[in-house]
T-cell receptor
Framework: DQQVKQNSPSLSVQEGRISILNCDYTNSMFDYFLWYKKYPAEGPTFLIS?????DKNEDGRFTVFLNKSAKHLSLHIVPSQPGDSAVYFC????????FGKGTRLHILP | DVKVTQSSRYLVKRTGEKVFLECVQDMDHENMFWYRQDPGLGLRLIYF???????EKGDIPEGYSVSREKKERFSLILESASTNQTSMYLC????????????FGQGTRLTVV
């Protein structure tokens, strides 16, 4: 039973536009959410996180939104750049970190 | 520059062999994790440790064991490797069990033949 779901396996976005990656979770005990970015042949790198007491967190071009009632979070990247092409993993934690299956983002020139 | 180092990038082992995957971190983190990454399945937690000699099962611990004798080192052991354990293995460490600021190693691509 998947507790963290990323329903879009891939997403293509024009360079300069906004990329929106979505994530849903089922376990209401999760109280901390994270996004990781992964390039091929490298380990994931931490991007941004949000605590359940907040509904938005910004870091430069990256913003994460949390909707607790819908058990939904999203990552916004604006403007999208070629180097943003990667696999993005959503993760949620209570006492351990559970990852989604990932969304492959392609930034088109 | 902080680091999580996995001892091998690529490994090929035979079915039935005992396999050790080593992970070392230099950040004095209490918490360390082992994941495997498979196509279409994302990252799945095998085991984690929140202190020296302490370990907890993750979501898919069957066929694996771990060892944490020193704070900086967390080893994943495949007692008798099988072909369905062919995968990318990723080690991570974090100051929080919640994963805040977790750093990952570059991964070990293990092939069991």
């Amino acid at each position: 039973d998947q507790q963290v779901k990323q329903n879009s396996p891939s997403l293509s976005v024009q360079e300069g536009r906004i990329s929106i990656l979505n994530c849903d979770y089922t376990n209401s005990m999760f109280d901390y959410f994270l996004w990781y970015k992964k390039y091929p042949a490298e380990g994931p790198t931490f991007l941004i996180s949000i605590s359940s007491i907040k509904d938005k967190n910004e870091d430069g071009r990256f913003t994460v939104f949390l909707n607790k009632s819908a058990k939904h979070l999203s990552l916004h990247i604006v403007p999208s750049q070629p180097g943003d092409s990667a696999v993005y993993f959503c993760a949620a934690s209570a006492l351990k970190i559970i990852f989604g299956k990932g969304t492959r983002l392609h930034i088109l020139p | 520059d902080v680091k999580v180092t996995q001892s091998s990038r690529y490994l090929v082992k035979r079915t039935g062999e005992k396999v050790f995957l080593e992970c070392v971190q230099d950040m004095d983190h209490e918490n360390m994790f082992w994941y495997r990454q498979d196509p279409g399945l994302g990252l799945r937690l095998i085991y984690f440790s929140y202190d020296v000699k302490m370990k907890e099962k993750g979501d898919i611990p069957e066929g694996y064991s771990v060892s944490r004798e020193k704070k900086e080192r967390f080893s994943l052991i495949l007692e008798s490797a099988s072909t369905n354990q062919t995968s990318m293995y990723l080690c991570a460490s974090s100051f929080s069990l919640r994963g805040a600021g977790a750093f990952f190693g570059q991964g070990t691509r293990l092939t069991v033949v």
